[in-house]
């Protein structure tokens, strides 16, 4: 079935510095992309989104490219701070029966040290 | 804040009850779908609700059940609780059930089973 498979956590960084996460995926036919967030104690928060192959994301200085024949979608931002510390999910949509399901990595938990 | 609004925030159940847990979808979203998410590990789907049918099952037992009322809010029972069913429970509510439609995020009803 379709997957997703992120970089293991947890990634600790200092403020400025730059981030990548590297999520890779599998899947049958041509699924939308997402990054959702969770900061502690809430749900999911939409990050960015790519529908399609070469498409970029973007959000908050948050930016990821759809990338058909790698079949990954890293989320990257230049200069990371304290506030973006919390668990970044990666996930896809895939269908199943009538519906449409995201199907999610296991999470990548960030910290950002002042 | 989403607008998706989901009781209780946290419970604690005795392993064998029964429960019931609530979601009130964004307004005008018609598609309603729960999630289990396991402590450090990504949510997984259970099913999806379209205009009050179950639209979609994952891969859970039948003792995981749902509800959807005609003004589109939800509910997720479970019987016969066991431990691993200690878990975040989310549920999202779209628009509709295309693949490039939003999800928005509840922030979840924490689920303890003793």
């Known amino acids: 079935g379709d997957s997703v498979t992120q970089m293991e956590g947890p990634v600790t960084l200092s403020e400025e510095a730059f981030l990548t996460i590297n999520c890779t995926y599998t899947a049958t036919g041509y699924p939308s992309l997402f990054w959702y967030v969770q900061y502690p104690g809430e749900g999911l928060q939409l990050l960015l989104k790519?529908?399609?192959?070469?498409d970029k994301g973007s959000n908050k200085g948050f930016e990821a490219t759809y990338r058909k024949e790698t079949t990954s979608f890293h989320l990257e931002k230049g200069s990371v701070q304290v506030s973006d510390s919390a668990v970044y999910f990666c996930a896809l949509t895939t269908a199943i029966q009538g519906a449409q399901k995201l199907v999610f990595g296991q999470g990548t938990r960030l910290t950002i040290n002042p | 804040e989403t607008g998706v609004t989901q009781s209780p925030t946290h419970l604690i159940k005795t392993r064998g009850q029964q429960v019931t847990l609530r979601c009130s979808s964004q307004s005008g979203h018609n598609t309603v779908s729960w999630y289990q998410q396991a402590l450090g590990q990504g949510p997984q789907f259970i099913f999806q609700?379209?205009?009050?049918?179950?639209?979609g099952r994952g891969n859970f037992p039948p003792r995981f059940s749902g509800l959807q009322f005609p003004n589109y809010s939800s509910e997720l029972n479970v019987n016969a609780l066991e431990l691993d069913d200690s878990a975040l429970y989310l549920c999202?509510?779209?628009?509709?059930?295309?693949?490039?439609?939003?999800?928005?995020f509840g922030q979840g009803t924490r689920l303890t089973v003793v």
């Open positions: 999202a509510s779209s628009l509709n059930r295309g693949s490039n439609t939003e999800a928005f």
């Open positions: 790519a529908t399609k192959a070469d």
């Open positions: 609700y379209y205009r009050e049918e179950e639209n």
